[in-house]
């Protein structure tokens, strides 16, 4: 799966493999022929549930940590295992294995999708018959969700492999490879190359807009299965208000997040209870700002993304865990301890010893604490592993924000911040604003604070125009690795360097003749 020929010939295995089970919670394989796949209701029903059950793994683990800790937030600590160490150093190249592993496995899933799709397309030109009307209509509610996941996939891949959008340059700007239909080929001369940016973004909205007609969780989803584990118009909302706002469409993203927080569906967590509530989002999988939770149970995880901040679970002695990474002083310093309920919740004190023999007192990042439902009923170590959320309702306050500003609105810009801040903060009085620079730049530390962790930091700055600026800023210097390095705690990047962007991997560009002129600049 590390060229895009390979990941069409291995997905012609994987989605030849049915699904025994109608219920996407549980998904025992078994073996299809092709040539029969997608020709019943049962089929259709097996495939949606493979496209589900990718999510466990894109919105894990190295999916989200690769570019979080290439920006600003975490130090590696002394003697780490170099895990994301090339994106810590910024010495990635075309080759590294990260960067290969998000595109290649992002474009699997598009493979799935597209799979689904076409025999979608297939019911609708009368090619498969002997389907019900129901089951017509239950295929087109599954083909909406086939269409979103299309859409988040790309909206993924576009947010690191290209530049920042930019509404005048989007049309010269070098997007994503655009495959939308299931064509496994060896022939690769028949390869897609990279489409403008302006028509990758297009493909995102098209898959958008067909998911808001065809996606029905009434008909989706039984009384017996949680709505939160599955796509609904809600969550096709917010990613719509998502992509509006890296479009710097304003308007859109307005309407889209202040239609969705307008519904009171998923009212804010705060600080009236001490920030327990908010604390069990992290630790419980609970809440009611979640709008969209990634099925996960002790048989069917996703990959364990706090065990980069916490180090090995060790049973007998927790204290002398090592981590690979410790949140920067810088980030500590965001927060107002005694008042952010979003500080206990994300932080926790621990007195760490490294390699050296140094030891010292931090806060390690806590926001993948590991949900006890899950590691207390398996034999192997599940801890740090929690149930991923694409889609809180923070998000869209603070989209709603910056899109006013956007709008030059400083009134309802201020009114959106005010009123997460105050969900957030103990005794919090609303601040007042005269200044859209002032105000932008309080926001981008509150979706900072909020969203830390989640693998957001990248494409933000990306769209704020900023650089990555460590600042040298270090809990403790002797416990984390060469501190004051010009490439470790110290280091300093403009909004322009090139590894802002991602190189298109070598086994993509060695196979694929339409797009070896076309890779990332500094590759």
Not at 22 to 33: A, G, L, N, Q, R
Not at 174 to 183: A, D, E, T
Not at 469 to 483: G, S, Y
Request: aromatic share 12%; hydrophobic share 35%.
């Amino acid at each position: 799966m590390k060229t895009m020929k390979k990941i069409y010939i291995i997905l012609a295995t994987l989605l030849v493999t049915g699904l025994s089970s109608c219920d996407m919670e549980k998904y025992p394989y078994s073996s299809v022929e092709e040539s029969q796949y997608l020709a019943t209701m049962n089929d259709f029903t097996n495939a949606r549930i493979g496209i589900y059950s990718y999510y466990r793994s894109i919105t894990t683990g190295g999916y989200i940590l690769t570019p979080e800790l290439q920006c600003d937030d975490f130090h590696a600590t002394a003697g780490f295992s170099n895990s994301y160490g090339n994106q810590y150093r910024w010495d990635f190249q075309s080759s590294d294995g990260n960067v290969e592993g998000v595109w290649q496995n992002h474009y699997a899933h598009i493979a799935r999708c597209n799979y689904f799709i076409d025999g979608y397309n297939k019911v609708l030109d009368g090619t498969v018959t002997d389907l019900s009307d129901a089951n017509k209509e239950l295929i087109a509610a599954y083909a909406g969700e086939a269409y979103f996941t299309r859409a988040y996939n790309y909206f993924q891949l576009v947010g690191y492999f290209c530049k920042a959008y930019n509404p005048a340059t989007a049309e010269s700007d070098l997007g994503l490879p655009l495959q939308l239909v299931y064509s496994p080929t060896s022939d690769a001369s028949a390869y897609p190359g990279r489409s403008s940016l302006k028509a990758t973004y297009e493909q995102i909205l098209s898959d958008l807009t067909e998911a808001k007609k065809l996606v029905n969780a009434s008909k989706t989803v039984t009384q017996a299965q949680n709505v939160l584990n599955y796509i609904s118009q809600d969550i096709v909302t917010a990613f719509q208000a998502r992509v509006a706002l890296q479009m710097k469409d304003y308007t859109t993203a307005i309407s889209n997040s202040t239609s969705l927080i307008n519904t009171g569906k998923y009212p804010l967590l705060n600080s009236e209870d001490g920030g327990e509530a908010f604390r069990n989002m992290w630790v419980k999988d609970t809440g009611s700002e979640v709008i969209w939770q990634i099925y996960m149970s002790a048989d069917e995880l996703g990959s364990a993304t706090g065990t980069s901040f916490w180090g090995q679970y060790k049973k007998d002695d927790p204290s002398s865990q090592v981590m690979d990474y410790i949140p920067s002083q810088k980030l500590i310093d965001l927060y107002e301890q005694d008042r952010d309920i979003r500080f206990a919740a994300y932080f926790a004190p621990f007195t760490l010893k490294v390699s050296t023999g140094a030891t010292g007192d931090i806060y390690v990042f806590d926001k993948y604490p590991g949900n006890p439902d899950i590691y207390n009923v398996v034999s192997v170590d599940n801890h740090y592993t929690n149930k991923s959320k694409p889609f809180r309702i923070s998000e869209q306050y603070l989209i709603a924000a910056e899109a006013y500003v956007g709008n030059n609105d400083i009134v309802n810009g201020a009114k959106y911040l005010n009123l997460l801040r105050a969900s957030r903060l103990v005794d919090y009085v609303d601040v007042t604003y005269n200044s859209p620079n002032t105000l932008l730049a309080d926001i981008q530390d509150e979706r900072h604070k909020e969203l830390v962790g989640e693998g957001f930091r990248l494409t933000d700055l990306k769209r704020w125009g900023l650089g990555v600026n460590r600042e040298d800023a270090t809990q403790d210097a002797a416990l984390v690795l060469l501190p004051g390095g010009t490439n470790t705690t110290a280091l300093t990047k403009t909004a322009d360097d090139f590894r802002m962007v991602w190189p298109i991997p070598k086994s993509e560009t060695d196979v694929n003749p339409q797009i070896k002129g076309q890779q990332n600049p500094g590759y």
